[in-house]
Protein backbone atom coordinates (compact mmCIF):
# COMPACT_ATOMS: atom_id res chain seq x y z
CA UNK A 1 0.00 0.00 0.00
CA UNK A 2 1.02 3.90 -0.87
CA UNK A 3 0.10 6.58 1.53
CA UNK A 4 -0.02 10.01 0.40
CA UNK A 5 -0.18 12.75 3.08
CA UNK A 6 -0.76 16.32 1.99
CA UNK A 7 -0.04 19.52 4.05
CA UNK A 8 0.38 23.56 3.66
CA UNK A 9 -2.65 24.25 2.57
CA UNK A 10 -4.46 27.29 4.24
CA UNK A 11 -6.03 30.66 3.74
CA UNK A 12 -4.37 32.91 1.91
CA UNK A 13 -4.96 36.68 0.20
CA UNK A 14 -4.78 37.03 -3.84
CA UNK A 15 -1.30 37.76 -5.33
CA UNK A 16 0.25 35.88 -2.16
CA UNK A 17 1.65 32.25 -2.05
CA UNK A 18 1.83 28.63 -0.45
CA UNK A 19 3.51 25.65 -0.68
CA UNK A 20 1.92 22.36 -0.48
CA UNK A 21 3.86 19.35 0.41
CA UNK A 22 3.04 15.65 -0.44
CA UNK A 23 5.20 13.10 1.68
CA UNK A 24 5.12 9.18 -0.03
CA UNK A 25 5.76 5.91 2.09
CA UNK A 26 4.64 2.47 1.27
CA UNK A 27 6.37 1.46 -1.58
CA UNK A 28 9.62 1.68 -3.38
CA UNK A 29 9.27 4.72 -5.13
CA UNK A 30 11.59 4.98 -8.55
CA UNK A 31 10.03 4.86 -11.62
CA UNK A 32 6.70 6.80 -10.72
CA UNK A 33 5.09 9.80 -11.27
CA UNK A 34 3.68 12.16 -9.17
CA UNK A 35 0.84 14.46 -9.32
CA UNK A 36 -1.27 17.10 -7.90
CA UNK A 37 -4.94 17.91 -9.02
CA UNK A 38 -7.43 19.86 -7.39
CA UNK A 39 -11.29 19.99 -7.45
CA UNK A 40 -13.08 23.25 -6.57
CA UNK A 41 -17.09 22.90 -4.98
CA UNK A 42 -19.26 22.23 -7.99
CA UNK A 43 -16.57 21.42 -10.51
CA UNK A 44 -15.06 18.31 -11.76
CA UNK A 45 -11.27 17.52 -10.77
CA UNK A 46 -8.59 19.71 -12.75
CA UNK A 47 -4.94 18.39 -13.57
CA UNK A 48 -2.57 21.17 -11.89
CA UNK A 49 0.89 19.92 -12.09
CA UNK A 50 3.16 16.28 -12.59
CA UNK A 51 6.77 15.06 -11.92
CA UNK A 52 8.27 12.02 -12.98
CA UNK A 53 10.66 10.50 -10.46
CA UNK A 54 13.29 9.48 -12.43
CA UNK A 55 14.10 12.19 -14.60
CA UNK A 56 12.16 15.23 -12.92
CA UNK A 57 9.68 15.71 -15.89
CA UNK A 58 7.45 18.29 -15.43
CA UNK A 59 3.96 18.75 -16.50
CA UNK A 60 1.97 21.81 -16.18
CA UNK A 61 -2.09 23.06 -17.03
CA UNK A 62 -2.34 26.28 -18.46
CA UNK A 63 -3.68 27.81 -16.30
CA UNK A 64 -0.57 27.46 -13.65
CA UNK A 65 1.97 27.98 -15.68
CA UNK A 66 4.51 30.53 -15.08
CA UNK A 67 3.06 30.79 -11.56
CA UNK A 68 3.18 27.00 -9.86
CA UNK A 69 6.51 24.90 -9.51
CA UNK A 70 6.43 21.36 -8.60
CA UNK A 71 9.60 19.66 -7.19
CA UNK A 72 10.73 16.67 -5.39
CA UNK A 73 12.74 15.48 -2.79
CA UNK A 74 14.01 11.81 -3.40
CA UNK A 75 15.65 11.48 -0.42
CA UNK A 76 12.16 12.56 1.81
CA UNK A 77 10.19 11.19 -0.84
CA UNK A 78 8.58 14.14 -0.87
CA UNK A 79 6.68 16.19 -3.69
CA UNK A 80 6.04 19.88 -3.39
CA UNK A 81 3.89 22.41 -4.99
CA UNK A 82 5.18 26.38 -4.74
CA UNK A 83 2.19 28.37 -5.61
CA UNK A 84 2.51 31.72 -6.32
CA UNK A 85 0.68 34.79 -7.50
CA UNK A 86 -2.56 33.00 -6.05
CA UNK A 87 -6.00 33.83 -7.57
CA UNK A 88 -9.49 33.31 -6.24
CA UNK A 89 -10.06 31.01 -8.74
CA UNK A 90 -7.30 29.09 -7.42
CA UNK A 91 -9.38 27.85 -4.23
CA UNK A 92 -9.78 24.48 -4.40
CA UNK A 93 -9.10 21.15 -2.29
CA UNK A 94 -5.80 19.92 -3.63
CA UNK A 95 -4.57 16.06 -3.88
CA UNK A 96 -1.65 14.26 -4.52
CA UNK A 97 -1.70 11.36 -6.79
CA UNK A 98 0.69 8.21 -7.66
CA UNK A 99 0.88 6.33 -10.60
CA UNK A 100 3.59 3.47 -12.16
CA UNK A 101 1.92 3.15 -15.10
CA UNK A 102 3.56 4.36 -18.35
CA UNK A 103 0.41 6.24 -19.44
CA UNK A 104 -0.79 10.56 -19.56
CA UNK A 105 -0.29 12.50 -16.81
CA UNK A 106 -2.44 14.53 -17.28
CA UNK A 107 -5.90 12.32 -16.45
CA UNK A 108 -6.78 10.77 -12.80
CA UNK A 109 -8.19 7.83 -13.76
CA UNK A 110 -4.32 6.98 -14.63
CA UNK A 111 -3.70 7.34 -10.97
CA UNK A 112 -3.19 4.59 -8.58
CA UNK A 113 -3.27 6.07 -4.72
CA UNK A 114 -4.63 9.27 -3.99
CA UNK A 115 -3.82 11.72 -0.33
CA UNK A 116 -7.01 13.14 1.48
CA UNK A 117 -6.84 16.07 -0.09
CA UNK A 118 -5.95 19.91 1.75
CA UNK A 119 -7.64 22.90 1.44
CA UNK A 120 -6.43 26.05 -0.39
CA UNK A 121 -8.55 29.41 -0.13
CA UNK A 122 -7.75 32.56 -1.93
CA UNK A 123 -9.26 35.38 -0.72
CA UNK A 124 -9.74 38.48 -3.36
Known amino acids: QVQLIESGGGLVQAGGSLRLSCAASGRTFSSHTLAWFRQAPGKEREFVAAITWNSGRTFYADSVKGRFTISRDNAKNTVYLQMNSLKPEDTAVYYC?????????????????WGQGTQVTVSS
Open 97 to 113: AAKWAASSVYYGQNYDY
